[in-house]
């Protein structure tokens, strides 16, 4: 019975000190909810996603009904920390679309969520001939609503 209530207490004295050691622990500057306030997000459901050598061209679908574009380089998704995450989804019922993430009401990056297997009817072909080019330099998204 004694040792019964010893270990009862032990119990009870190290559940009582775990908050105050909890309490001294660094929480980082992107995790602290202090911080959310600064960052937002805009999903965007996407039309269809056209390759290209320098990029993606992403039709979306705006308010009016009709479509916009968005020209994303190549060069945001090449490197880790770039502005962008390519994001290969496996067969499902998700249809592809891409967040725009805005911190402090400025664009910050972007991640493209879309189907791995380019026989969806999500990818599309650009024509040969199309002269595009000049629409990959680009330092942020404009979203046209």
Not at 89 to 106: A, C, H, N, R
């Amino acid at each position: 019975m004694k040792t019964r209530t010893v270990l009862l207490g032990a119990v009870f004295l190290f559940i009582s000190i775990l908050p105050g050691i909890a309490q001294d622990a660094r929480i980082p500057a992107d995790t602290n909810p202090d911080n959310w306030a600064n960052l937002f997000y805009i999903n965007v459901p996407i039309e269809k996603i056209y390759p290209h050598a320098l990029g993606f061209m992403v039709l979306y679908q705006k308010s009016n009904n009709e479509l916009g574009r968005l020209y994303l380089p190549d060069a945001w998704f090449a490197a880790s920390g770039g502005k962008g995450d390519l994001i290969k989804m496996d067969s499902g019922t998700t249809w592809p679309y891409l967040v725009i993430f805005y911190k402090d009401g400025k664009f910050s990056h972007v991640r493209l969520y879309v189907k791995r297997d380019k026989s969806h009817p999500s990818w599309g072909i650009l024509p040969p001939d199309a002269n595009i080019a000049d629409k990959f330099k680009v330092e942020e998204i404009k979203l046209e609503f």
